[in-house]
């Protein structure tokens, strides 16, 4: 499994990012995506995931309803679309992926077995 995090950069406050992981390599549907961030001195923290086969989702509480988890089967792309971005958003944001599906009891780095390259989002003015 093979993935590929991008569309990281800078932000004012308040403004929105787009982040894409693209995906290949699965040999089940019965996979989800996460999106995990790593500001500098923090841990790992999940913030948000999708489910292939039934679109089941995740939002940590600090990006809830401010941010939006989708897919696009076709492509094998997940989206991160995050809104009213604010400083403490800033973070390198990775993806990664586990067989199963997406819930806030699994929504923990160490339940995830592949992970992509880390896109960094700074959101300063």
């Known amino acids: 499994v093979q993935l590929q995090a991008s569309g990281g950069g800078l932000v004012q406050p308040g403004g929105s990012l787009m982040l894409s992981c693209a995906a290949s390599?699965?040999?089940?549907?019965?996979?989800?995506v996460g999106w995990f961030r790593q500001a500098p001195g923090k841990e790992r923290e999940g913030v948000s995931c999708?489910?292939?086969?039934?679109?089941?989702?995740y939002f940590a509480d600090s990006v809830m309803g401010r941010f939006i988890i989708s897919s696009n089967h076709a492509k094998n792309t997940v989206f991160l679309q995050m809104n009213s971005l604010k400083p403490e958003d800033t973070a390198v944001y990775y993806c990664?992926?586990?067989?199963?599906?997406?819930?806030?009891?699994?929504?923990?780095?160490?339940?995830?077995?592949?992970w992509g390259q880390g896109t960094l989002v700074t959101v300063s003015s």
């Open positions: 390599g699965f040999t089940s549907d019965d996979y989800a």
């Open positions: 990664a992926t586990r067989w199963g599906s997406c819930s806030g009891a699994t929504m923990a780095a160490r339940n995830y077995n592949y």
């Open positions: 999708i489910s292939r086969r039934d679109y089941s989702t």
